[in-house]
Each structure stands twice: as structure tokens, then as C-alpha cells.
């Protein structure tokens, strides 16, 4: 049986956005799941078709691509924190309902932590029941789910691709709002993260939720840990630095 990596590098290919091209097909897909299909943005505030904001320059961003249809399958980014004053869009969102305990980014120096943010799956990979309503779309599966769009590989292939960027990048821990469905998802699937907050509704019910390096190491098999290293080798590669 395929391991985990030769079953993603058959089907994707991760791609970091070094380049306009490859940053406007992110901004595209963006666009298209978080304006057109979702409505969480206005569509009419980027009449170019490309969904950007001013945390977009504090970013590093990523592409997945589907290798059979050359699709732009997923995107994330990684946002990184420019000085102690600024402020993490989950920060903003969750107000006074993060937790206040060690586990708070403010126990951190600002250089220490970033945020996984605007994930987002292309609707071709999003076609199951339940699935359509969220950015990166979620139900059950597992990491060699067969299904012909993949989507379990597109899931995991985006938070291992996010999750490696922020331990290439040396930082201690990043945070996330997503569904606690989806974090039972990742879960399953080894890629564990904590909550440390509130659910609140913000576009759906979602909460703050956070990984270290620490869970990431103790929690991940052995082939996801594999694929998590290819790719900081590919990052490493393109010599990513924080911006």
C-alpha cells in the first residue's frame, strides 16, 4: 500500500506563493469560495476577482495543486506577527473569549506565534453532502479516502503544509478558527489541535484553536510526519522567510 506522501504526490502538488502567478491563482480561489460561492466577503470590493486584505503583507502564502486537472485544489496562509502591538485577526474575533491561561498568544513574544488563516477548498473538491458550506469543507474520512475528488489528501495536504510552514519558520505555536468537526477531523487523522477558547458564531460556529510543535511530534504516524518533512525540505528549497 502507498504511504501517505507517495498517495499526495501522486494526486498534489504544494506550491508556495513566490511568485504573482501563483499568488493571484491563490487570490483567486479565494475569491471564489469566499465571495462568490460563501458571501463571507463582498464580492463587489474586488472587482478584479481577487480577494485580498492588509494582513495579506504579513503573510506567507501556499497553493495546492491538483496534478490530474491542474485545479487549484486549496490555499492557506500563514500569518506572521510584525511587532508586539499588532494584533492576529482571530484575536479580534474571539475578544475576551480566548482562554486566559498559558495557552494565551500574549504569553508569547509576537515573533513566537502566527495564525493559519483563509484555508479555502476549490467546490470541485467540496461536492459532498454538508460539505459545500464552509471554506475548506468537512464531513468524515480519513487520510487514504479513494473518493475521486480526494478531499481527505486536499484537508491534511493543507494543514501538514501549514502546520511544517510554522516549524520551518521556528515558531512555537500557531492558531486557528475552524469548526470543531473539522478539528475531530484532524484529529482523527493524527494532526491534533487544542482549543483554547470560546465557540463562537463567526460565519458558522467556530472556535480558537491552537498546535505546537510538541503535539505535532507526539500525535502525528509516522508517514504524516514523513510528508510534514518533504515538505519543509520543499520550503527550505525556496528558501521561504518570514516577510
Not at 82 to 110: I, K, T, V
Not at 184 to 189: G, H, P, Q, S
Amino acid at each position: 500500500m502507498e504511504h501517505l506522501g507517495q498517495h499526495f504526490h501522486r494526486y498534489f502538488d504544494l506550491i508556495p506563493g513566490t511568485t504573482e502567478e501563483i499568488c493571484d491563482r491563490i487570490f483567486r480561489l479565494r475569491y471564489q469560495v469566499y465571495c462568490e460561492e460563501l458571501g463571507f466577503e463582498d464580492a463587489s470590493a474586488f472587482p478584479d476577482g481577487l480577494e485580498k486584505d492588509e494582513v495579506d503583507k504579513h503573510a506567507l502564502h501556499c497553493l495546492l495543486v491538483h496534478k490530474p486537472t491542474g485545479l487549484s485544489a486549496g490555499c492557506f496562509r500563514l500569518i506572521l506577527n510584525p511587532s508586539e502591538n499588532y494584533r492576529l485577526p482571530f484575536e479580534y474575533a474571539c475578544g475576551e473569549r480566548l482562554d486566559h491561561s498559558e495557552w494565551h498568544p500574549r504569553e508569547l513574544n509576537h515573533d513566537q506565534f502566527g495564525e493559519i488563516s483563509r484555508l479555502a477548498v476549490h467546490s470541485h473538491f467540496r461536492r459532498r453532502n454538508g460539505e459545500s458550506q464552509t471554506p475548506i469543507g468537512v464531513t468524515s474520512g480519513g487520510l487514504h479516502d479513494d473518493a475521486p475528488r480526494q478531499y481527505p489528501l486536499v484537508a491534511t495536504g493543507l494543514f501538514l503544509g501549514s502546520t511544517a510552514l510554522a516549524i520551518y519558520l521556528g515558531l512555537s505555536r500557531v492558531y486557528v478558527m475552524m469548526e470543531p468537526r473539522l478539528c475531530r477531523l484532524l484529529r482523527a487523522c493524527g494532526i491534533v489541535f487544542k482549543q483554547v477558547g470560546e465557540v463562537i458564531d463567526y460565519h458558522g460556529q467556530r472556535g480558537p484553536f491552537m498546535i505546537t510543535q510538541d503535539l505535532v511530534y507526539q500525535h502525528l504516524p509516522p508517514d504524516a510526519k514523513k510528508l510534514m518533512e518533504e515538505f519543509k525540505d520543499l520550503y527550505r528549497q525556496h528558501e521561504i522567510k518570514k516577510p
